[in-house]
Nanobody, 113 residues
């Protein structure tokens, strides 16, 4: 079955950086678009970024050039480099197979001084 395992979350100060990873198994990774979503406490889950099989990327407006999504098909992994983090970026970040309802369990990101 499809498994998505996120890692790389943690506590960081405002202005800091984190790199999230998502390791996928049970699917033909190189033919699937992948995405990152997030859910802050008390809020609905929201789209963050996606990357297609041709490496075309798309970002939510709130990213404002601070995040970069990338993929390594040889490792069946997708990444989210997050720079200049803000307290409002605090959330659980989820990896998703873009066109299918497969989700990871999430990794917690907390931005606080």
């Amino acid at each position: 079955q499809v498994q998505l395992v996120e890692s790389g979350g943690g506590l960081v100060q405002p202005g800091g950086s984190l790199r999230l990873s998502c390791d996928a198994s049970g699917l033909l990774f190189n033919i699937n678009a992948m995405a990152w979503y997030r859910q802050a406490p008390g809020k609905q889950r929201e789209y963050v970024a996606s990357i297609r099989v041709n490496n075309m990327t798309d970002y939510a407006k709130f990213v404002e050039g601070r995040f970069t999504i990338s993929r390594d098909n040889g490792k069946n992994s997708v990444y989210l480099q997050m720079n200049n983090l803000k307290p409002e970026d605090t959330a659980v970040y989820y990896c998703k197979v873009y066109w299918h309802d497969y989700w990871g369990a999430g990794t917690q990101v907390a931005v606080s001084s």
